[in-house]
């Protein structure tokens, strides 16, 4: 008797295993996660010379742990773990709500919209990066924005350009923002491979711009993009660097604009600062760093040397003020940024999330 019923315990276990695998298996494949490149994409990324042993590779030897912890259990330590003081704001952070549909297109400027998500206009063209309005996460629970800082959606975009994506992660690419602004968006520029997922989820393979390192693209007469090496990794689901990161340099109406992404210090950027003299205004990476992946986000202390290998004329520190992705105080970015204003000859914009910075090259 006794048997029997540790048999029918066991099957009941077993059961619930195998429903609970199903329902990951499952979910894994929702449209949010994306889908990983096939086809005629495959086969040009297999054809790319970053491309090695079946996945994206970084110039440099790059780990994405320096720690004896693998990249799952940090996640799940820093999900469960005590949250240290001052990760997250204990008031709502400084905003403005900006009529972006009323800017006149043809004024120069710049919106941020914290994280690593902002609108700048040069050339008559509105060129939005990594928008992340919906969430930045595949469930609603994780990576929950800061007070104060939600105040935006799709719905208050005007019509885009460019749509420019460094790369696939969550809080760089997200499904419910570009899905929204679907109707509105003439040309995408994204790495090689990350053109799947938006061939998935409804845009045509025309309005891709999909470029590799060192890959240049001309969609319109004046407006060029180069697609540049980044030190950093790929991925929504449980498969890493199928798709390419990267960095841009957009070259309008005789102005340059570094983007930078996400990504680690590296000899990357004098290699771009000599190919791109005069820059004008580079956007950095500065938050959401640790010592345990400092090869793959930028440390606090490579900012200045970051900025002065490509050459800079100005400087707009992102991927901070929004998400708390790291376990360093939510403030510390910013200290980071005025920092730099004082320690170095560079203008380092510091603007309040939703403000209108006008920018004009002197």
Same mark, same amino acid.
């Given at each position: 008797m006794y048997r029997k019923k540790m048999v029918k315990i066991l099957f009941v276990i077993l059961c619930v295993m195998a429903v609970a695998v199903v329902a990951v298996i499952l979910f894994f494949q929702t449209p949010p996660f994306g889908r990983l490149p096939r086809g005629e994409r495959l086969e040009r990324i297999r054809r790319s010379p970053n491309f090695r042993d079946g996945e994206f590779r970084n110039q440099e030897p790059t780990s994405l742990m320096t720690s004896e912890k693998g990249r799952w259990e940090a996640m799940l330590d820093f999900v469960f773990k005590k949250s240290p003081e001052g990760l997250r704001p204990e008031h709502p952070v400084p905003s403005v709500k900006t009529d972006l549909r009323a800017l006149d297109p043809d004024r120069e400027l710049l919106v941020w919209f914290g994280h690593s998500s902002y609108l700048f206009q040069l050339g008559g063209k509105r060129i939005l990066v990594d928008p992340v309005f919906c969430g930045a996460a595949p469930v609603s629970f994780l990576n929950k924005p800061f007070p104060g800082t939600d105040i935006y959606s799709p719905e208050d975009m005007p019509d885009i350009d460019y749509l420019v994506i460094t790369h696939d992660h969550w809080d760089h690419l997200d499904y419910g923002t570009v899905t929204q602004l679907k109707g509105r968006v003439r040309k995408v520029v994204c790495?090689?491979?990350?053109?799947?997922?938006?061939?998935? %989820?409804? &845009?045509?393979?025309?309005?891709?711009?999909?470029?590799?390192?060192?890959? #240049?693209?001309?969609?319109?007469?004046?407006? #060029?993009?180069?697609?540049?090496?980044?030190?950093?990794?790929?991925?929504?689901?449980?498969?890493?660097?199928r798709t390419l990161w990267a960095s841009f340099l957009v070259e309008v109406a005789g102005r340059k604009v570094y983007i930078?992404?996400?990504?680690? &210090?590296?000899?990357?950027?004098?290699?771009?600062?000599?190919?791109?003299?005069?820059?004008?205004?580079?956007?950095?990476?500065?938050?959401?760093?640790?010592?345990? %992946?400092? &090869?793959?986000? #930028?440390?606090?202390? &490579?900012?200045?040397?970051?900025?002065?290998?490509?050459?800079?004329?100005?400087?707009? #520190?992102?991927?901070?003020?929004?998400y708390a992705l790291a376990r360093h105080r939510w403030d510390e970015p910013l200290e980071n940024a005025r920092k730099l204003a004082e320690d170095s000859s560079l203008e380092v914009l510091c603007p309040m999330i939703g403000e209108v910075v006008e920018w004009s090259v002197k």
């Open positions: 790495p090689l491979g990350v053109g799947e997922h938006f061939e998935y %989820w409804g &845009y045509e393979p025309e309005r891709l711009v999909e470029l590799d390192w060192n890959e #240049t693209a001309v969609p319109d007469s004046g407006f #060029t993009v180069h697609c540049l090496p980044a030190r950093h990794f790929s991925g929504r689901g449980l498969r890493s660097n930078g992404g996400d990504g680690g &210090y590296g000899a990357h950027y004098a290699g771009i600062g000599e190919r791109f003299p005069g820059i004008d205004l580079a956007v950095l990476e500065n938050g959401q760093y640790n010592v345990d %992946w400092r &090869y793959i986000h #930028t440390l606090p202390k &490579y900012l200045h040397a970051e900025a002065e290998a490509l050459g800079a004329k100005r400087v707009l #520190t992102v991927h901070h003020s929004k």
